[in-house]
C-alpha cells in the first residue's frame, strides 16, 4: 500500500533561517509527488510538483527515489511562509490519492 | 470564472440526521474527490470519480455516499450523521485521474453533536 509520512507535525524557524520540511513516501510504482500549502483560513493550494521541477516561492523540491523522499527546502524562510504544508502521492486514475499528516510551519520574526 | 465552489460553508448538525455537502466546479475537470480533515491526520480521502457516471471509495467511504450526474457536480451525502464524522470536507477536482494536479474548493466545516 502506498504511504506519505511527514515525520514532523510542527516546525519552527527564524525569519531568514533555511528550512526543511520532510516527506517520505512508500510506493510500488513510479511516484507523482506534490507539496500544497495551507495558509490560514485558506484553501488548499499547490505549491509544486515534482514533474515540474520548479521553484515557487523560493521553494524547491527534489525527488530522491533511492532515499524515497521529496523533501521540500528554502534557504531562506519568509514570515509568509507559516503554513500548514501537506507531502502527496497522487496517483488519482485508481483513487490512491494519498496526503501526509501535514506539518505546520512556523516562522518566527 | 469560479473555480470549484462548496456549500454550506458551515454547519451543526444533529446526530443520525442526514445532509448532503454541496460540490460545482466550472472547471470541466474530469475527475473530483472528497477528503476529510482532521488534526492530526491529513486529509484522507473518501471517495472520488474518474469521469461522470463512476464513482469509487476512497480510503475511509463508511457512512458517505455520492453520485456524479454530470460533470460538474461531485454531492456527498451523510445518510444518519454521527460525531465521528465531525470534521473539515475538501472537494477537489483534477484534469483526468492520473497524477494530474488536484484544485481544492474553499472546505466546508461540519459538526456532528
Known amino acids: 500500500a502506498q504511504r506519505v509520512t511527514q515525520p514532523e507535525k510542527l516546525l519552527s524557524v527564524f525569519k531568514g533561517a533555511p528550512v526543511e520540511l520532510k516527506c517520505n513516501y512508500s510506493?510500488?510504482?513510479?511516484?507523482?509527488l506534490f507539496w500544497y500549502v495551507q495558509y490560514s483560513r485558506q484553501r488548499l493550494q499547490l505549491l509544486l510538483r515534482h514533474i515540474s521541477r520548479e521553484s515557487i516561492k523560493g521553494f524547491t523540491a527534489d525527488l530522491n527515489k533511492g532515499e524515497t523522499s521529496f523533501h521540500l527546502k528554502k534557504p531562506f524562510a519568509q514570515e509568509e511562509d507559516s503554513a500548514m504544508y501537506y507531502c502527496?502521492?497522487?496517483?488519482?486514475?485508481?483513487?490512491?490519492?494519498?496526503f501526509g499528516d501535514g506539518t505546520t510551519l512556523t516562522v518566527k520574526p | 470564472t469560479a473555480g470549484i465552489t462548496q456549500a454550506p460553508t458551515s454547519q451543526i448538525l444533529a446526530a443520525g440526521r442526514s445532509m448532503t455537502l454541496r460540490c460545482t466546479q466550472d472547471?470541466?475537470?474530469?475527475?473530483m474527490y472528497w477528503y476529510r480533515q482532521d488534526l492530526g491526520l491529513g486529509l484522507r480521502l473518501i471517495h472520488y470519480?474518474?469521469?461522470?457516471?463512476?464513482?469509487g471509495k476512497g480510503e475511509v467511504p463508511d457512512g458517505y455516499s455520492v453520485s456524479r450526474a454530470n460533470t460538474d457536480e461531485f454531492p456527498l451525502t451523510l445518510a444518519s450523521a454521527v460525531p465521528s464524522q465531525t470534521s473539515v470536507y475538501f472537494c477537489?477536482?483534477?484534469?483526468?485521474?492520473?497524477?494530474?494536479?488536484?484544485?481544492f474548493g474553499p472546505g466546508t466545516r461540519l459538526t456532528v453533536l
Open positions: 477537489a477536482s483534477s484534469t483526468s485521474g492520473e497524477g494530474d494536479t488536484q484544485y
Open positions: 472547471m470541466r475537470h474530469n475527475a
Open positions: 470519480s474518474n469521469t461522470a457516471g463512476t464513482t
Open positions: 502527496a502521492l497522487l496517483k488519482s486514475g485508481a483513487g490512491k490519492s494519498t
Open positions: 510506493y510500488s510504482g513510479s511516484p507523482e
